[in-house]
């Protein structure tokens, strides 16, 4: 078909809690750099709502991967689709499961974070991204680009000119972001001064990671 690149979907939170799971990753890592080195197209790694950890980037860059997807917990979480889709007089163990693991996983900005200070590969922040201050706050954060689903998904179902309309909004929220923080590129967002607190900057100090650096952009 042509394609511009293959995107391999990591999926094992959904697969635990799918009555007709298939959990059998034994053997992924290997699989997916034999695909990387086997074919002309770029490989691009994608989390599917449970977020990229530093080691799991580390990895996937060895393997041979081109781009990592985050996919953070923040967006749709797989475990609520298949809790929603396995009624608990069917299976009720499952159900059990599901329930347990509604909100698996590392947050977007978090696994962003590791990620981006990780690897020297193109990063996509996903998960959770609504609107032009998210993708802007992703950019800041090192991500190539993000990722808008659910508000796309909303309108489209409205019809092509709200969903023009609504584009349109990202787009404009995202270049007032950039003219109130004295941005002239979007490229000039990854050097914005950013401030990281609460449960983020918990969690990331916890794992090492230097988060001066965000805050301390630009100084002299």
């Known amino acids: 078909i042509d394609a511009d690149a293959v995107a391999i979907h990591l999926n094992a939170l959904q697969e635990v809690v799918q009555p007709e799971g298939q959990t059998n990753f034994k053997g992924v890592l290997a699989k997916i750099a034999e695909i990387a080195g086997a074919i002309d197209q770029p490989v691009l790694v994608k989390e599917t709502g449970a977020g990229i950890s530093a080691e799991d980037a580390k990895a996937l860059e060895q393997a041979g991967v081109a781009a990592i997807d985050i996919g953070g917990v923040g967006g749709t979480s797989f475990a609520a689709v298949e809790y929603q889709r396995t009624p608990k007089k069917e299976d009720e163990t499952q159900h059990s499961v599901g329930e347990a693991l509604w909100d698996w996983g590392i947050p977007t900005a978090i696994s962003l974070i590791e990620t981006a200070q990780t ?102």
């Open 119 to 220: 690897v020297k590969l193109p990063v996509i922040a996903s998960g959770g991204v609504r609107g032009g201050v998210d993708i802007a706050k992703a950019l800041a954060l090192n991500a190539a680009m993000a990722s808008v689903v659910q508000p796309i998904l909303q309108t489209a179902v409205k019809g092509a000119q709200e969903t023009a309309q609504k584009l349109q909004c990202l787009i404009e929220e995202l270049r007032n972001v950039m003219f109130l923080t004295g941005v002239e590129k979007i490229a000039d967002l990854a050097e914005t001064p950013v401030v990281i607190t609460g449960k983020t900057a918990e969690w990331l100090n916890a794992r090492g990671f230097n988060l001066q650096n965000y805050a301390k952009r630009g100084a002299k």
